[in-house]
């Protein structure tokens, strides 16, 4: 049985167990009070019988899921001959590969020789045994769980307080996997890095002012000796997002201050779904206008001003990511405003102070932290901004604070180095986690100095 129709079987199963561990609840109820003898509302039983036949049944689900591959390429591995099995690791693993490609009919039988034919009947075999074996226990195992939970159904069982603490610790779970999730990915880079610092060292890359990742190939090659600065990529990237939030935060800011507080609920209605929609336009998209429409216009203004513009240049990316960005400060400054108490805007106008006043000097001053969070989210998404970069600003790395020049971004850098099939015992390739890892800390930095921010106007206004 393949997983797909066993989870939908054990999908089934969890509804027969909340109808009959129901109808058990208010089998049990009796005397004079009727339902009202039951600690708990009926629904909660079942509830109670459908998490008992499913949570085990999908852990023993999981558990199998992971181990399976690992448990089929033992037991094929152990029947082959002795000389296959001695081969090399990396060369055993391209010959059980074959094996299993054939075995799902993804591999040509004219590659391979008998042994490896033989091999791929005995993977079917035990593919087909599992799966069966799975569908069985795991089906077994739920059944198991509905009826004991059905059978315990009492008038003074607490199936509400079970149901409730088998959310609160799957809630916990969730919360759970997150943490190990951005655990995971900071060890991951993390280890990388390592790596590339113990080549090149931590303060040639941090105060290095020349990005250049090329590497010789062969010991007697020149001009490719590597130069792995960061300054110049940290300084594109604050150049551009700069530009871009310029644009962005006050445009943002006052179109929220409008819809909130001046518009009306028809014209709201009509614009706010408008300007959201730009949120959903692909970046590459925005590259290409960025690319094609603003770039031009760019250089011919200023150079019509008399000024020396690149082609691609920083202005014209930062200014099409500010216009990308627009919906998420707008957006969420919006809500924030909102969310502010009607009564501190009735106890300013009630003491005689403008609409304006009232505006700046309470509304905005109680919404400061949730605007916070709002530029902040614009300003990780100017940060970790790639496409529009690469086709609007270029990839050459300069140590300028001139936005009419050619710069370009972290992520940028990090997208060129791993493009392609790369070896990653090369400083080129490892560079891009040390840049990642260098990207993390800047996006801490700037969540560190928003909950700042938020911790401290809070106290004020709550």
């Known amino acids: 049985m393949q997983t797909p129709t066993l989870i939908l079987v054990l999908v089934a199963l969890c509804l027969v167990s909340f109808f009959f561990a129901r109808q058990r609840s208010k089998s049990v109820a009796t005397g004079p009070d009727g339902l009202a003898s039951l600690h708990s509302l009926p629904k909660h039983y079942g509830y109670m019988a459908a998490a008992w036949a499913a949570l085990p049944a999908l852990i023993l689900l999981g558990l199998w899921i992971g181990f399976q591959p690992g448990i089929i390429s033992a037991l094929v591995i152990a029947g082959l001959p002795e000389p296959v099995r001695s081969l090399p690791p990396a060369e055993l693993g391209l010959y059980y590969n074959q094996v299993q490609g054939f075995a799902e009919g993804m591999v040509d039988a004219t590659w ?4 490896q034919i033989q091999a791929a009947q005995h993977y079917r075999e035990l593919v087909a045994s599992m799966a069966w074996t799975k569908a069985a226990l795991v089906l077994a195992l739920a059944a198991a769980g509905a009826a004991l ?14 149901v409730e603490s088998i959310l609160t610790w799957l809630l916990f779970a969730c919360s759970f996997i997150a943490v190990l999730t951005t655990l995971g990915i900071v060890l991951s880079v993390l280890f990388e890095a390592i790596r590339f610092f113990n080549i090149i060292p931590l303060t040639d890359f941090l105060f290095g002012l020349q990005w250049s990742p090329q590497m010789a190939i062969r010991a007697d090659q020149v001009g490719a000796s590597g130069s792995f600065g960061f300054v110049p990529l940290l300084v594109g990237t604050l150049l551009i997002s700069a530009v871009a939030l310029l644009i962005a935060v006050p445009v943002g800011l006052m179109s929220a201050i409008y819809l909130s507080e001046y518009a009306t609920r028809q014209f709201r209605a009509v614009t706010k779904p408008v300007l959201e929609v730009l949120a959903g336009v692909p970046t590459v998209v925005y590259g290409f206008f960025a690319a094609l429409t603003v770039a031009p216009v760019v250089r011919s203004v200023g150079e019509s001003m008399g000024l020396t513009v690149a082609s691609e240049s920083a202005l014209a990316a930062g ?18 405003i909102n969310a502010v108490p009607v009564s501190l805007r009735e106890a300013s106008l009630g003491m005689g ?7 700046r000097k309470v509304v905005l001053p109680a919404a400061l932290p949730g605007i916070v969070g709002g530029i902040l989210l614009a300003a ?14 270029g ?8 936005p009419l020049e050619a710069v370009t971004t972290i992520t940028v850098q990090i997208v060129t180095l791993l493009v392609g099939d790369q070896e990653f015992d090369s400083p080129k390739t490892l560079a891009a986690f040390a840049l990642g890892l260098v990207l993390f800390f800047v996006t801490l930095m700037l969540n560190v100095i928003a909950l700042y921010v938020v911790r401290k106007y809070r106290e004020q206004y709550e």
């Open 112 to 115: 391979l020789d008998e042994d």
């Open 319 to 336: 200014l099409v990511m500010g216009i990308m960005i627009i919906p998420f400060v707008m957006s969420l400054s919006d809500d924030i």
């Open 380 to 393: 990780s998404r100017a940060i970790g901004e790639t496409m529009i970069v690469v086709m609007a600003a």
């Open 149 to 162: 939970a059905i059978r315990r159904i009492t008038p003074a069982l607490r199936a509400r307080n079970n």
């Open 353 to 359: 102070a403008t609409m304006s006043e009232t505006i």
């Open 395 to 402: 990839l050459s790395a300069k140590l300028t604070a001139n």
